[in-house]
């Protein structure tokens, strides 16, 4: 009984049990099938690349990766989400195709300005909004969500506006490699890990992850102490805003168009989801990157098995919306209280039948 | 003492107001050719804009309690998705219907507001998977489009004209056309004046001002504050489901992409009318000026012809954005003073 | 219960994890009286307040109040208004953005026959309450268009109209000057005229005198007597909220540490000041000294200590850091000077909770370092445990997070962070409140060990002895500026005591 609580304990206790959940799912769907019961984790070269139900979610999941990797800073310091960061998404690729399809043109073969141009100026554009949404958070002090819902409407309507409510097509093979494949490994998964491997060594080497949990859970002590929690606090967004911008680069070369009315919709709850089934408290506070990979990696295995179910990526939100209310509610206060009184009960329950 | 000052929130709805008269003004001037002063255009605003009235007043009261409500826009499609698949296949007559959307809608609040009140979750996130939520059962209720032509009361209700006795003008052709209303401005109207008195008369409409004033004041002084945040979350998805229906008669259809940004509209018109994010400052009929400055945004873009509709949304969030800032401006302002 | 008493509280106790806030803490108020409640930091005023208003669960003792045959028990504090018992607190719990009328009428508004809010009977109301009061205001408009006083007095106001019996004013005054402080007497003697019993936090002596009728006070959680109001003059109140037994570690300062005025400036302060918090300040300290810092809890204080630090921005003067003038904007501008602060309130401003007990220990020196140069791991673990060992700080493990340890170890590892930042200018803001005898005489003992090795410190504390024990020489402050200075030579209890009570002292 009391290891069960320690299990249950553990920080990454429920991303890896929500994970294992959805395997174990797929297994048994798998097996109601008629297909192999492993059939989920079977890796396969066919037409030269990997194959796989496992590599599409590692493929598929970059996006929502990398913008966790944001979300989670965010979150840990200023107790608030980074909704814009779908649209920033959309915004980079309104951007960035822009630029290398030249203004007004919709159908290109051929850059209009060199390749890393065109990724340099989206992803500036993504860290301009990161700038825009920390400095209404930390210099304003205005709620992060509202002021994250100012470019939630605006970035979208801009990255339109840059492409001239038109669908860009970048047909350029080095363009859609991002989004492609490199030798037989899915490109996106290679930029997932390197986003992944930057920002474990930026935490491992600098004191950012100190500084940003301090400040997310005492501002005045951290003060004190010689923090300032309001740079502090435009950095994360900034770095958010980038994420987003690399999180817009795939998917943006994944379908080598500007499709910005399409591009990051609905991103922003994945990340905040993979925020908070990873673990950590949409509160601010400690946070644990692992966790939140792990759980943005799990939404997307469930959304590759409602698809494989016969969902429709429309409809998936209805259950996404069902988990994160489940966890808020797990997580909050009033419920904790209600648990913690129905173990002292059940306890006592047990005194009084011994005595 | 006792001079009569202006304070910092009647200036906020004073800049609204001239904004909004200056806007239109200014319309009128350049577009004057286009037709832009027939009493028509204004019109035509409000009834574009009945069901974004509807839901601006629901959000109101949940912005004056200091929360906020962005599952509305969702929530406006389902119900035109309910209306019109009910309608088209399941051949439900509209009434039934209608009564039906009001139910979900009184229910929706009470699973958010319950979230939020008792089991004390950030309203935004609540509000954001509810609106994931609304989305995505719109979905699940059809994927496709689907108008609304076979029921003959709901159709006959969207063609009502309410015709004014005034303000008619001759056309190019010579035949009058007499300025109108529709059903959805009426009831739009009515709701806004049904808030308005129970924010201002009743128990619950005053208990909700002083929550957003100081949460822990308004509980010392003995109020149910959570019976209160419970009952705003209801009543803006309820007034949200009167919206949806009004949405629908305009639009006389349902799509999964219908009404996206609503919330957005929703929010803008509340700050831009004078409601404080931080809650207990506001009031509708300031939110009914933001819905017409909105309104007369995208109605000069179209009028304009060559701006494409997206600029409707930038313009409003840098007013959104502006409003906001001296929103915390006028915040700290007073924080200094004492 | 005797007659024209109104409220007995008796035998009160109550811990609170690790410390005992009350013991066996008694109260008693005469109908038609204003008694004043006074007592230091801790000493468990407000424990008392909170325990009388159902805030609190106390657990030991008996509560009576005049109308109820057996003692009270109060739930909340609606129970307690219901009851008779209304509390008007320091910050003003009404809501700004509501009328006047409102705020004295929400939530038992007069109704209209269809059950809508009777707008001008409430008004009307609301008028004939003010007119009784003799209140000039106009009750339709917004709370927030008057004063803080007024503000106050309608709190009070509203109060009153619930039929209370007893009405508690928990530091009314705090944030109001003179003439607005004049008229709350008024009110409150227009109260008392009407047989109200009023119970009056303050931590200004003035006031006490100018107003009350009876002083209640308390130290370290015990009633130390209830007192005519002319039985106390000043002196002796100061003394009886100070105490003055000496615990058994009498002397631990060397006879004659030398004058350190020969040793060079490390700070010099020149009119110094903050608006609202503390009076423009002249202030030197050297090598090696040890300035205390006293006068009552409100005095200036902290604040005082906070502007130098920069936790509050100076607005005023010139600060001269070791000879070179200097502008501090932030903290880390007075970190990077070689200081640091000792925050007094230790939750709120000083231990960061979920963080472990090395992460708060490295904590202002990696703000130091900047967030590029982190400590290696090695390193951190170093440190930390260098300063558990080295100040006994008692935790599970280094990695146990600060919120899990008791008050004097959590103190222990703040002072542990700014020791890790070898600083030259330390300042304690009552570094030994809330903690066991042994720890705070550890804590002055590694005050003086300190200023052996050449540091400066400012210490402040609430307890005369403590400060008799460490310091070189004492700043006195009082009512938000420092009005004087005691040299080594004429500290003793009596004089501090004098200091801080001020005015006319043989009152």
Redesign the interface.
């Known amino acids: 009984m009391s290891s069960l609580k320690k299990i249950t304990q553990k920080r990454l206790f429920l991303p890896i049990f929500s994970m294992i959940l959805v395997m174990l799912i797929n297994v048994i769907y798998d097996m109601a099938c008629g297909n192999a019961p492993l059939t989920f984790f079977t890796v396969t070269i066919k037409n030269g690349v990997l194959y796989g139900r496992l590599i599409d979610i590692f493929n598929r999941g970059t996006e929502a990766a990398i913008l966790a990797i944001g979300m989670t800073l965010v979150v840990s310091s200023s107790a608030g989400t980074d909704i814009s960061v779908g649209s920033v998404m959309s915004l980079y690729g309104g951007m960035c195709c822009m630029l290398l399809a030249g203004y007004g043109n919709t159908n290109v073969s051929n850059y209009a300005v060199p390749l890393i141009i065109g990724i340099g100026a989206g992803l500036l554009t993504a860290c301009v909004c990161g700038l825009f949404n920390g400095f209404l958070v930390a210099y304003m002090n205005i709620q992060p969500m509202v002021a994250t819902l100012i470019l939630w409407s605006a970035g979208r309507a801009i990255g339109l506006l840059l492409c001239n409510s038109q669908i860009v097509y970048v047909r350029v093979p080095s363009f859609q490699k991002i989004g492609g494949y490199v030798g037989f490994i899915p490109t996106p998964i290679l930029i997932a890990a390197a986003c992944i491997l930057v920002a474990s060594l930026v935490l491992k080497f600098t004191a950012l992850g100190t500084y940003i949990q301090s400040v997310g859970i005492n501002k005045k002590a951290s003060r004190i102490a010689g923090f300032n929690s309001a740079k502090i606090i435009l950095l994360c967004y900034v770095i958010c805003g980038l994420c987003a911008g690399l999180a817009g680069m795939v998917a943006t070369s994944r379908i080598y168009s500007a499709d910005t009315n399409n591009i990051g919709l609905n991103m922003e709850l994945d990340a905040i989801l993979a925020v908070a089934l990873g673990g950590n408290s949409l509160g601010g506070g400690k946070f644990n990157l692992a966790g939140s990979l792990i759980g943005a990696y799990t939404i997307q295995a469930i959304d590759t098995t409602l698809l494989a179910l016969g969902v429709s990526t429309a409809q998936s939100p209805v259950f996404k919306a069902i988990v994160v209310i489940l966890i808020v509610v797990i997580q909050s206060e009033p419920a904790k209280d209600f648990f913690k009184k129905l173990g002292k009960k059940k306890e006592m329950a047990k005194g009084a039948a011994q005595a | 003492?006792?001079k009569t000052?202006i304070?910092s929130?009647s200036l906020l709805l004073l800049i609204t107001v001239v904004l909004f008269v200056v806007m239109y003004a200014g319309g009128c001037i350049i577009y004057s050719s286009k037709g832009f002063t027939h009493l028509q255009t204004f019109l035509n605003i409000l009834i574009n804009n009945a069901g974004l009235i509807c839901v601006a007043s629901g959000m109101t009261c949940v912005m004056l309690t200091g929360g906020?409500d962005?599952s509305v826009g969702s929530l406006v499609a389902m119900d035109c998705m309910i209306l019109a698949v009910g309608i088209e296949q399941w051949g439900w007559s509209s009434p039934v219907l209608m009564v039906l959307i009001l139910v979900i809608g009184v229910v929706f609040g009470l699973v958010q507001g319950f979230?939020i009140a008792?089991?004390?979750?950030?309203p935004?996130?609540?509000t954001?998977?509810?609106?994931?939520?609304a989305?995505?059962?719109t979905?699940?209720i059809c994927?496709n489009q689907v108008s609304i032509v076979s029921d003959k009361i709901f159709t006959t209700l969207a063609g009502l004209k309410i015709e004014l006795p005034f303000g008619g003008y001759m056309n190019k052709k010579g035949i009058l056309q007499v300025p109108y209303l529709r059903i959805t401005v009426i009831v739009a109207l009515i709701v806004v004046i049904l808030v308005y008195?129970m924010l201002k008369?009743?128990?619950f409409g005053?208990?909700i001002?002083?929550i957003?004033?100081?949460q822990?004041?308004?509980t010392?002084?003995?109020?149910n504050v959570k019976k209160t945040k419970l009952k705003a979350y209801v009543l803006s998805s309820f007034l949200t489901s009167i919206g949806g229906i009004c949405y629908c008669l305009n639009t006389m259809a349902g799509t999964?992409q219908q009404a996206t940004?609503l919330e957005?509209n929703a929010?803008s018109s509340s700050v831009i009318g004078g409601t404080l994010?931080t809650g207990?400052?506001g009031n509708v009929f300031g939110s009914l000026v933001g819905v017409l400055i909105n309104g007369t945004i995208s109605s000069l873009v179209k009028t304009n012809g060559k701006l494409?509709?997206?600029?409707s949304?930038?313009i409003?969030?840098?007013l959104?954005?502006f409003f906001?800032?001296l929103q915390?401006v006028f915040?700290?302002i007073k924080d200094s003073k004492? | 219960m005797e007659a024209g008493v109104v409220l007995k509280m008796q035998g009160i106790c109550m811990t609170f994890p690790g410390v005992k806030a009350l013991d066996h803490a008694c109260l008693t108020l005469k109908k038609g009286e204003i008694r004043a409640l006074m007592g230091e930091n801790g000493a468990g005023k407000s424990t008392l307040i909170k325990c009388l208003t159902g805030v609190n669960k106390f657990e030991a003792g008996e509560i009576y109040l005049e109308g109820f045959n057996g003692p009270i028990v109060n739930k909340d504090t609606m129970d307690a208004q219901n009851k008779g018992i209304a509390t008007v607190y320091q910050e003003v719990n009404l809501c700004p953005n509501l009328s006047v009328a409102e705020n004295l009428y929400i939530g038992r508004e007069p109704l209209t026959k269809i059950g809508t809010v009777n707008r001008k009977a409430m008004n009307r109301q609301a008028e004939e309450l003010m007119k009784e009061l003799e209140l000039d205001i106009d009750v339709t408009r917004n709370l927030e268009d008057y004063s803080l006083a007024l503000q106050q007095m309608i709190a009070i106001a509203r109060a009153v109209d619930m039929d209370s019996k007893v009405l508690i004013l928990d530091e009314p005054t705090s944030s109001l000057d003179d003439r607005e402080v004049e008229k709350l007497f008024t009110m409150m003697r227009r109260l008392k005229a009407k047989g109200v019993g009023i119970i009056f936090v303050t931590h200004f002596l003035e006031q006490v005198y100018a107003v009350c009728d009876g002083i209640t006070v308390l130290r370290n959680g015990q009633l130390v007597g209830e007192y005519n109001i002319e039985e106390l003059p000043r002196v002796k109140l100061v003394a009886a909220m100070m105490g003055k037994d000496f615990d058994d570690l009498a002397s631990i300062k060397q006879e004659g540490s030398g004058d350190k005025r020969k040793e060079p400036l490390v700070i010099e302060a020149k009119g110094l000041g903050h608006a609202g918090t503390i009076r423009p300040f002249d202030l030197d300290i050297h090598k090696g000294e040890v300035i205390g810092l006293t006068g009552l809890l409100g005095s200036g204080r902290s604040e005082l200590a906070r502007v130098i630090y920069g936790a509050d921005r100076a607005q005023t003067g010139t600060l001269k850091v070791k000879g070179k003038e200097v502008k501090i904007k932030n903290p880390i501008d007075a970190m990077n000077l070689g200081m640091g602060l000792l925050p007094d309130d230790r939750k709120a401003e000083g231990i960061i909770g979920d963080l472990s007990v090395r992460e708060n220990i490295i904590l202002a020196l990696q703000a130091k370092a900047g967030i590029l140069k982190r400590i290696p791991m090695a390193k951190q673990i170093e440190i930390a445990d260098k300063y558990i060992e080295m100040l006994q700080i008692k935790t599970a493990s280094r990695e146990t997070l600060i919120k899990q340890l008791s008050g004097g170890n959590q103190q222990k590892v703040i002072l542990a962070r700014w020791l890790a930042t070898d600083p030259e200018f330390l300042i304690l803001d009552e570094p030994t409140r809330g903690i066991d005898i042994g720890t705070k005489t550890e804590i002055q003992k590694l005050v003086l060990k300190l200023a052996a090795e050449g540091k400066s410190l400012i210490f402040i504390s609430s307890e005369i002895e403590e400060m008799l024990r460490t310091c070189n020489r004492m700043a006195v402050l009082r009512d938000g500026a420092k009005v004087g200075e005691i040299e080594e030579a004429d500290m003793n209890q009596m004089s501090v005591m004098k200091a801080i009570a001020g005015g006319d002292s043989n009152e």
């Open positions: 003492m006792k000052k304070n929130n906020i962005i979230c008792y089991l004390d979750i950030q935004f996130i609540v954001m998977a509810g609106m994931f939520f989305r995505g059962m979905a699940v994927r008195l008369y009743t128990k005053r208990s001002y002083a957003g004033g100081n822990q004041s308004a010392l002084m003995g109020l999964t940004g957005m929010i994010l207990g400052v494409i509709s997206s600029w949304n930038i409003t969030a840098i959104l954005c906001i800032i915390s915040a700290k004492k």
